[in-house]
Structures are given as structure tokens and as C-alpha cells.
């Protein structure tokens, strides 16, 4: 059987370089916070689910876990602009510290909507924890929530990367590095 490894032309951050960086994401939010004011962290399924799994377990502190869903990319590269909410909360934010959770921050349309979302359910505060940043793409600010703070991995270039939960069509999710499609695998 081809290896999935003959899929992907330029990895850009191995599985170690992201373990790492993971294990320093969660100490930071570990020290920031308090077991008596401990965040509720909500992953936006489904990219973050693989970061959102090895963060949790690197957090010293006893937090709770959920998820929304938002979706704009579809089977292609490019934003709708207009994230698809489904999948609703389950956990109560009202007066809590929320941490949204996220594989990539590409336009920043994602973010904004739910963070907007979050402090009309009265989360004291919204962090943000995103493995990558891709800047360059920013197409919308976004503004966290109270003494809400900007928690990111690594800078991501101007490439549409696939892997540790990131997707093309809702494939390359399960590689456990971030990487770079060769060309012919967008048909
Ligand atoms: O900053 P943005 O331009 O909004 O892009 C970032 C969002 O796009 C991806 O999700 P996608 O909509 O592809 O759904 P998925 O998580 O199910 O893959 C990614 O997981 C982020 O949630
Ligand atoms: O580069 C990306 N890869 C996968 N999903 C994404 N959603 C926004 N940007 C990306
Ligand atoms: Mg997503």
C-alpha cells in the first residue's frame, strides 16, 4: 500500500516540533489560570479535535471540555466567508473563562463569529488557543472577550496545509504532521 507520506510535497511542522509547542501552549494557559477560575475550553469541531486532545492532557488545571461546530471551507480552499454554526454548547460559559480552540486562523471569519457568539452566552472572558496563525490571510479582526488572551503555536506561510486535524475535502486529518499537498492531490 503507498504511504500517505507520498500524498504530501513539503511538511512543515513534524509530529515532535508539534508536540513540543503543544506542551508549551498548555503550560502558558496552566500558569494563567487558577482550579478556582478554571476555563471551560471549546473546540471548533472539526479541525481542532487531534490539538484540542493533546492540549487538555498537557493542562495542569481541571477544566471542562466542549465543542461547536462552524464549517466555511467546504470541499475547496476557500472561505464561504459565512461560517456554518451547528452544534451547540453543552457546558453553560455564562460568568466562565472560555478558551476557543483551533487548528488554523486563516480569514479570522471563523473566530469572530464565535467569539461573538460566546459573549452573548456572557463568557466572562474568550482566549483564544490556535495551533497555527496564518496571518497573510486575515480578512476580519477579531476582538477577544475581557482579559482574553491570544494563545498560538507557530506562524503559518500563505499555503493551504493539511494534517494534525486539518483537512482537504475531510481527508489528511489523521496526519499526525502539518504539511503541504502535492498539487495533483486537489483533483
Ligand atoms: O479563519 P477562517 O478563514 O475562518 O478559517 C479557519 C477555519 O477553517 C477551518 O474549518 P472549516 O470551515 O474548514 O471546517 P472544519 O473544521 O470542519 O475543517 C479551520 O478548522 C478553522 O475552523
Ligand atoms: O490552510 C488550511 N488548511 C485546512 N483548513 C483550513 N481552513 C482555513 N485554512 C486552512
Ligand atoms: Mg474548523
Redesign the pocket.
Known sequence: MASLRSHIETVLWTKDEISSRVTELASEISADFGAADSPVLVG?????FIFLADLVRNIQLPVSVDFV?????GCGTL?SGV?KLSLDLKVDVKGKHVILV??????????SSLIAYLESKGASSVSVCALLDKPT?RKVHFQLVGEGKFYRGFECPDYFVVGYG??FAELYRNLPYVGVLKPECYN
Open positions: 471548533v469541531a472539526t479541525g481542532a461546530r462552524a464549517e466555511s471551507y472561505s461560517p483551533e487548528d488554523i486562523v486563516d480569514t479570522g471569519n471563523t473566530l490571510r486539518m483537512d
